[in-house]
């Protein structure tokens, strides 16, 4: 027998065994690389749409406020305004938060639900991400807690927390991942960590037909008033001289005697600021200074702090379009006010001799009608309103009765010398100046002589405003631009910061992630 020929199938069997095993084993070696790296791959992947889903959440917000804000009726979104895109309001939004001349209806327990258009991009993972939002209106006074109270020095000062209605925001980002709904690839802590939707949606606990991951934020936001600081331009700040700016309060008589500024109360709370590096004060400030880029340092002339990366948005104030037949005021024309909230409406092509508001009289009070029916109501209680717009120039004298409240739209120039702006309220809120952009893009003015101790709100971003004389200006001012060529102080009436009347739009009070509601 030939032993050869039998050894040499059995080497060969050998080696066919040894070649199969030794391919199994790098066949195993490759299958737990390729596994190992495809869940560090896919770990990737939804790491990054978890961190996606964040963004997508507060893209949601983003996108609600700028729509909100195109929605104010009585304001126009400058070109440094709120401005994401062209998208066209959400019809949920227009329907659901009701407009009204003087802001939104936001009754309290108003919810808006509404979802944001799909943001698609390219590259590999989750490429597609959507934003679901839900908007409450809530009362001041029911969401107050320690958190918040830091943010809401300015609205806590007042005695109207009440009447002011914050906007809660919840928005939920979703991520849809990439793959099949398999959850065996994935570490179990991770996927409770970042709360992946696999198989079942773990807010819901319901099967879920491609998987996702949600991430949901909340955000509330307040109000933002027309005369919440003070003073603010748009541009340059002018006071070379020894012009004082501070504050008081009117409805208190611990920050005021009988309503009026008074030296020995005054307070630090007005906030001078400027979108421009331009800014010259000869004078004290009982505040703070903020400033866009100006190389201004803090010093004893400025008793609170120096800002100088400041920017704020000054919206413009609408036009009336109410239907009154314009007249021109030459000589002396008196005007009733409305009803308290049924404002009476006004409209002249100027006024260059004297305007008098007069007070509505009350109607019937019941058994004592007949004795106080023709009696208006008077002192710092507003019981009337006149509405009154001028397309043109305003150069007379403007007579504002106690108890009467007015808002004096003007396109063109205002000029007002001593003594021809009398408010008898006494109330800086009771007689509002807001200048209304020129239809040519023109920059107007206003000036006002001081020698009289002029007590109004004026709210003017395309004006330039100039206070001359040497006396005293109690209330606020927003311009284009503030010049005091002489020694004019100005003294911020902090009561205004609750004037709810106008609302400019809506700046961020807190911001929280929130656990994902079913």
């Known amino acids: 027998m030939n032993t050869m020929s039998l050894r040499r199938p059995a080497e060969r069997g050998h080696a066919l065994l040894m070649a199969i095993g030794i391919l199994m084993i790098l066949a195993l070696i490759s299958g737990a690389t390729l596994s190992a790296v495809s869940a560090r791959y896919k770990t990737a992947l939804r790491t990054a749409a978890w961190e996606e889903s964040l963004l997508a ?14 929605l ?3 304001v126009e979104l400058n070109s440094s305004g709120v401005s ?20 939104l209806n936001l009754a309290n327990g108003l919810t808006v639900s509404l979802t944001m258009d799909p943001l698609v991009h390219g590259g590999e993972g989750a490429t597609t991400s959507t934003s679901t939002v839900s908007i409450d209106v809530l009362p001041l006074n029911q969401v107050l807690n320690g958190q918040l109270l830091s943010n809401l020095t300015g609205l806590l000062s007042g005695n109207s927390t009440s009447a002011i209605n914050l906007l809660r925001i919840r928005s939920t980002g979703t991520v849809y991942l990439p793959g099949p709904s398999r959850t065996s690839d994935v570490s179990k802590l991770d996927s409770q960590l970042m709360r992946l939707a696999l198989v079942h949606d773990p807010a819901t606990g319901n099967a879920v037909s491609k998987p996702f991951v949600q991430r949901q934020i909340e955000v509330l936001l307040k109000p933002v008033f027309p005369f919440e600081h003070g003073v603010a331009t748009d541009g340059l700040i002018n006071a070379p001289n020894s012009s004082n700016f501070d504050s008081f309060n009117s409805a208190s008589p611990l920050a005021s005697t009988w309503g009026l500024y008074d030296s020995s109360k005054r307070r630090s709370n007005i906030e001078v600021s400027t979108n421009s590096s331009s800014i010259t004060l000869g004078g004290t400030v009982y505040g703070n200074v903020l400033t866009d ?28 379009t109410w239907t009154a037949t314009p007249t021109t005021v030459s000589g002396s024309k008196s005007v009733t006010a409305g ?8 409209q002249f092509n100027s006024v260059n001799g004297t305007l008098h508001v007069q007070a509505n009289v009350l109607g019937s009070l019941g058994g004592l009608g ?5 009696l208006p109501v008077v002192g710092s209680v507003v019981s009337s309103e006149a509405d009154i717009y001028v397309t043109g ?7 504002v009765d106690p108890g009467v409240k007015v808002r004096l739209y003007v396109q063109g120039n205002l000029t007002c010398t001593a003594n021809q702006l009398q408010n008898n309220s006494q109330r800086a809120s009771e007689l509002q100046i807001l200048g209304v952009p020129s239809t040519d893009g023109a920059t107007h003015t206003i000036s006002i002589d001081t020698t009289g101790n002029p007590i109004a709100a004026i709210y003017a971003p395309t004006h330039n405003v100039t206070l001359t004389g040497n006396g005293d200006f109690s209330g606020a001012i927003t311009a284009a631009q503030l010049q005091i060529p002489g020694s004019a102080n100005i003294h911020f009436d902090e009561e205004l910061s609750l004037e709810t009347g106008l609302i400019l739009g809506y ?4 911001w929280q992630e929130i656990e994902v509601a079913p």
């Open 57 to 70: 959440a507060e893209s949601g917000v983003d996108m609600t406020i700028a729509q909100v804000s195109g």
């Open 72 to 74: 104010l009726p009585d």
């Open 84 to 103: 994401l895109g062209t998208s066209t309001p959400s019809l949920a939004l227009v329907t659901g938060l009701r407009l009204e001349p003087g802001g």
């Open 293 to 320: 880029g100006s190389t201004l340092a803090k010093s004893a002339q400025i008793t609170g702090t120096v800002n100088d990366s400041y920017f704020r948005s000054l919206p413009s104030v609408k036009g009336p």
């Open 339 to 346: 009803a308290l909230l049924s404002p009476a409406q006004y």
């Open 370 to 374: 007949g004795l106080l029916a023709q």
């Open 393 to 399: 120039d305003f150069s007379g004298n403007i007579i």
């Open 507 to 510: 700046e961020l009070v807190s």
